[in-house]
């Protein structure tokens, strides 16, 4: 797609019916969301409402802790939208339970859905970003992240992963006009 493309682009990644689905329709005011999660249909679902209020969108169904999947969800993105100025991850994945009851797999996969895909969903905007001198990125936490409890052994240590990726992020992109928060 063509920079001169006049509605900017903004990703929201992680689309459930609560906060994500409320960021795709407020940033659906002013931007071309892009919206993503696991369930195509509830995607199809969400994108028609948007369209019916007069918002511009594209279903991008993936699981956004497999490193192939982002990729090709980003590159359909630039391909059909254009870069994305606003990322906004709101992906996670809550496995609640102590260590004695927590399988490695399931502390695996928190840390792929909350963390890693942060970092992947990061790394495919960041160049975009860089070279037009702007961005924004914003990236849904949790108590967990700051304080965690005994049940979330998996989930805590992901989502203070997550805050420690947004910290660096905005200390290495702030000045290069990227805001991160």
């Not at 509830?42 to 028609?48: D, E, F, K, R």
């Not at 860089?130 to 979330?152: D, E, H, Q, Y």
């Amino acid at each position: 797609m063509a920079e001169s493309q006049q509605v900017p682009v903004a990703a929201v990644l992680g689309v459930g019916p609560g906060l994500g689905a409320a960021l795709a329709r407020r940033f659906a005011r002013g931007y071309t969301v892009a919206i993503n999660a696991r369930s195509a249909e509830y995607l199809y679902s969400l994108a028609a409402e948007i369209r019916a209020a007069g918002g511009q969108v594209l279903e991008v169904p993936a699981d956004i802790g497999d490193r192939a999947q982002v990729e090709a969800a980003f590159k359909l993105i630039r391909e059909r939208l254009g870069p994305p100025e606003v990322l906004l991850y709101n992906a996670g994945s809550g496995t609640w339970g102590t260590i004695a009851e927590i399988t490695p797999e399931q502390y695996e996969h928190a840390w792929q859905v909350n963390a890693y895909g942060a970092f992947l969903s990061a790394k495919a905007v960041a160049p975009g970003m860089i070279a037009r001198g702007r961005g924004v990125m914003l990236i849904t936490g949790a108590t967990a992240g700051v304080k965690a409890g005994p049940r979330s052994v998996a989930f805590g240590p992901a989502k203070f992963a997550l805050r420690g990726l947004a910290q660096s992020l905005a200390r290495d992109l702030g000045p290069k006009g990227i805001h991160v928060a």
